[in-house]
């Protein structure tokens, strides 16, 4: 199957690491024009050319900015991965306003945000591809997790009305579900073996997801071959809890 990808305008939101930086360079090595959004970039240059952005997705201001930036360098917008997001954790007993709101304010207002600013560019060109991260939590939450759990089913429901919306102009918005990739978000990779079992214990395919797993995914919801594809939430967590004791197959 043909991807063609070659030329798409393609910005991807947190691209300055973990899964975002992957996505990127996947995009890129596709022959896609990739624009990198993020706060902050490292010193060192990507192995494959991507053009930076700096954005704070949570601020109304610099996504105007950021947008018309890439406008102005690159033309038009035909993909926007809205990837970045934060993992805020606490008991709701424990959890304190401002780390609630600033949780909401990324993972569910950076979509909003971006969405908003880039679907004006998209409906000019009439077609776009909008998708989302969402996560697993959004499925079936981990305890400790209200605010992130409760922000990522909110990009769910946000996807789905946005498919609506932009669907007479020939824009397809999805959202996707990881389940466990080791990053700097989460640490999984560092966390003692007994830990990681136990997690790893909870994927019918019990192995890490890597960050190419999800740009897989992603390179396929952008391409031509998914045009018929909208408003929908893609599991790609290896089976999470696809059954209750998924380990017995695995003999443990
Ligand atoms: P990460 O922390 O490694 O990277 C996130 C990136 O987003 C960082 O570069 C960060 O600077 C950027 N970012 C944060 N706030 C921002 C803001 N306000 N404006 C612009 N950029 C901002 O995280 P990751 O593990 O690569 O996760 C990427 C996405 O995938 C997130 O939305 C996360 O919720 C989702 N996800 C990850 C996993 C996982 O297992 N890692 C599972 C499910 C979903």
Same mark, same amino acid.
């Given at each position: 199957m043909e991807l063609d990808l070659r030329?798409?305008?393609?910005?991807?939101?947190?691209?300055?690491?973990?899964?975002g930086a992957v996505i990127a360079q996947r995009f890129a090595a596709e022959g896609a024009r990739v624009v990198a959004l993020d706060l902050a970039f490292p010193e060192e240059p990507d192995a494959r050319p991507v053009d930076r952005v700096t954005c704070d997705v949570?601020?109304? !201001?610099?996504?105007? /900015?950021? @947008?018309?930036?890439?406008?102005? =360098?690159?033309?038009? +917008?035909?993909?926007?991965?809205?990837?970045a997001g934060i993992n805020v954790e606490g008991a709701v007993a424990d959890l304190d306003w401002e780390r609630w709101r600033t949780c909401f304010d990324v993972n569910v207002?950076?979509?909003?945000?971006? !969405?908003?600013?880039? /679907?004006? @560019?998209?409906?000019?060109?009439? =077609?776009?591809?909008? +998708?989302?991260?969402?996560s697993f939590a959004a499925i079936i939450p981990s305890v400790g997790s209200a605010a992130y759990a409760a922000?990522?089913?909110?990009?769910v429901q946000l996807t789905r009305v946005l498919a609506s919306e932009l669907g007479p102009f020939d824009i397809t918005v999805n959202a996707y579900a990881p389940g466990m990739v080791p990053t700097a978000m989460n640490g999984f990779a560092d966390m003692p073996q007994e830990a990681q079992d136990r997690l790893l214990d909870t994927l019918s395919l019990?192995?890490?997801?890597?960050?190419?797993?999800?740009?897989?995914?992603?390179?396929?919801?952008?391409?031509?071959?998914?045009?018929?594809?909208?408003?929908?939430?893609?599991?790609?967590?290896?089976?999470?809890?696809?059954t209750q004791i998924p380990a017995r197959a695995h003999g443990r």
């Open positions: 030329s798409r305008v393609v910005v991807v939101t947190g691209a300055a690491r973990g899964i949570a601020d109304p !201001s610099s996504v105007e /900015a950021a @947008v018309a930036e890439v406008v102005s =360098r690159h033309g038009t +917008i035909d993909v926007l991965v809205n990837n207002g950076g979509v909003f945000l971006m !969405s908003q600013a880039v /679907a004006p @560019v998209m409906q000019n060109a009439g =077609r776009g591809r909008i +998708i989302n991260a969402a922000s990522k089913a909110a990009v019990r192995r890490w997801e890597s960050p190419d797993d999800v740009a897989n995914l992603l390179l396929f919801l952008a391409s031509d071959a998914a045009s018929y594809i909208t408003g929908t939430l893609v599991d790609v967590s290896g089976g999470k809890l696809a």
